[in-house]
């Protein structure tokens, strides 16, 4: 595709409820990252992905948060029993990864899942 | 504990004139850096990036200045013009894990005015 595409693009939920935000990277981007921006903060990383695996979960903030990607492709994140405070812009990016560059693999990010929990 | 700091959360400057943008970070293992520029409702986009075997790196109107000594990064943009109105973020990676996890900051909102 174009470019890193999420969805949905805004998603207000009732606390306790799940929810599921996924996400589409360039086609052929092997690494796959997710952040989230909370009101006031800068962008947090959540979670890394190369191909299918995660070699990097540090980021995720409790139990309730997981994240899945299959065919090195599509990942979701999910969200289990939402609490006020998981209320943020969520954002994908995803990179070639290319360590043959001298330079750093440039991450590509999509706009963005709003999520409101009420 | 926030590793990289961007202390000013919002700018104005006249079009035309220097923009000025900072940012220190307090990890030693920080060799990269990076600018990413974001406007609303959109995701950031990568603007400019720094090795730390470098001092300067310039390309167009943006220049990014690294002293390693005093772990402090600016981006100079000259001439500003209002389409650079925006917020920019501060990101640096660590490579010992071999992947480029990134640490933002927590954004500059520039304003050019006309």
């Known amino acids: 595709g174009a470019g890193v595409s999420q969805s949905p693009s805004n998603k207000v939920t009732e606390k306790g409820k799940d929810v599921e935000l996924r996400c589409d990277p360039i086609?052929?981007?092997?690494?796959l990252y997710w952040y989230r921006q909370s009101l006031g903060q800068g962008l947090e990383f959540l979670i890394y992905?190369?191909?299918?695996?995660?070699?990097?979960k540090s980021g995720l903030p409790s139990d309730r948060f997981s994240a899945e990607r299959t065919g090195g492709s599509v990942s979701t994140l999910t969200i289990q029993r939402t609490q006020q405070e998981d209320s943020a812009v969520y954002l994908c990016a995803s990179s070639f990864r290319n360590l043959g560059l001298a330079g750093r693999d440039e991450q590509f990010f999509g706009p963005g899942t709003r999520l409101t929990v009420l | 504990d926030q590793q990289v700091k961007q202390n000013s959360p919002s700018l104005s400057v006249q079009e035309g004139r220097i923009s000025i943008l900072n940012c220190d970070y307090t990890?030693?293992?920080?060799?990269?850096f990076l600018w990413y520029k974001k406007y609303p409702a959109e995701g950031p986009t990568f603007l400019i990036s720094?090795?730390?075997?470098?001092d300067k790196n310039e390309d167009g109107r943006f220049t990014v200045f690294l002293n390693k000594s005093a772990k402090h990064l600016s981006l100079h943009i000259v001439p500003s013009q209002p389409g650079d109105s925006a917020v920019y973020f501060c990101a640096a990676s660590a490579r010992p894990s071999g992947y480029s996890t990134l640490t933002f900051g927590k954004g500059t909102m520039l304003l050019v005015s006309p």
């Open positions: 990890n030693s293992m920080f060799d990269y």
């Open positions: 992905f190369q191909g299918n695996s995660a070699p990097d």
């Open positions: 086609s052929g981007h092997t690494a």
């Open positions: 720094i090795s730390s075997i470098k």
